[in-house]
């Protein structure tokens, strides 16, 4: 059973325009919020973080929105680049289970020049 | 950049030898994760660490033992590899403001045949 669930496995977007990956949860015991960016043979990068206390978080051209009744959160990417090309992971933690992180299958986003 | 390095980053065995991966940290963090990556599906956790001497298991520990006899070391060991165990590999360290961000090494690839 999924807990935490991205439903799009590619994304395609037009350099310059916005980005925005989707992300569901089941669990709304999740203390935090993560998103991951991975190249091929790469560790992921961490790229922004939300509180399940605040419902927006903004970091350069990164923002993640959180909506907790609808158990859905989202990142959004503007202006998109092409260096933004690479697999995006959301994940989430709740703090009682010694900080595991709870992964979703990742989305591929491909920036179009 | 964690100071986190894997080895080897690359490996090939055989069915039922034992292969042992090392993760390193130089920064003296507490807490280090094993986790596994396979398509279509996010990062899974194999086995933590919260301490020397204190490791406890993840959501996919059959198979895999671990040991952490130093801060900066924590080994993952497939006693008796079966082919299901080919996968990618990634460790990593618990930090950030509030120690909810993970950050990975560069992770690595075992085939076993």
């Known amino acids: 059973d999924q807990q935490v669930k991205q439903n799009s496995p590619s994304l395609s977007v037009q350099e310059g325009r916005i980005s925005i990956l989707n992300c569901d949860y089941t669990?709304?015991?999740?203390?935090?919020f993560l998103w991951y960016k991975k190249y091929p043979a790469e560790g992921p990068t961490f790229l922004i973080s939300?509180?399940?206390i605040k419902d927006k978080n903004e970091d350069g051209r990164f923002t993640v929105f959180l909506n907790k009744s609808a158990k859905h959160l989202s990142l959004h990417i503007v202006p998109s680049q092409p260096g933004d090309s690479a697999v995006y992971f959301c994940?989430?933690?709740?703090?009682?289970?010694?900080?595991?992180?709870?992964w979703g299958a990742g989305t591929k986003l491909i920036i179009k020049p | 950049d964690a100071g986190i390095t894997q080895s080897p980053r690359h490996k090939v065995t055989e069915t039922g030898t034992p292969v042992t991966l090392r993760c390193h940290q130089t920064?003296?963090?507490?807490?280090m994760y094993w986790y596994r990556q396979d398509p279509g599906h996010g990062l899974r956790l194999i086995h933590y660490?919260?301490?020397?001497?204190?490791?406890d298991k993840g959501e996919v520990s059959d198979g895999y033992s671990v040991s952490r006899s130093k801060t900066e070391d924590f080994l993952l060991t497939l006693e008796s590899a079966t082919s299901s165990q080919t996968s990618v590999y990634f460790c990593?360290?618990?930090?950030?403001?509030?120690?909810?961000?993970?950050?990975f090494g560069p992770g690595t690839r075992l085939l076993v045949l």
């Open positions: 939300i509180s399940s």
């Open positions: 994940a989430a933690i709740y703090s009682v289970s010694n900080y595991q992180l709870i």
């Open positions: 660490s919260y301490g020397v001497k204190d490791t």
């Open positions: 920064e003296n963090h507490r807490y």
């Open positions: 990593a360290i618990r930090a950030g403001q509030t120690g909810e961000t993970q950050y």
């Open positions: 669990n709304s015991m999740f203390d935090y």
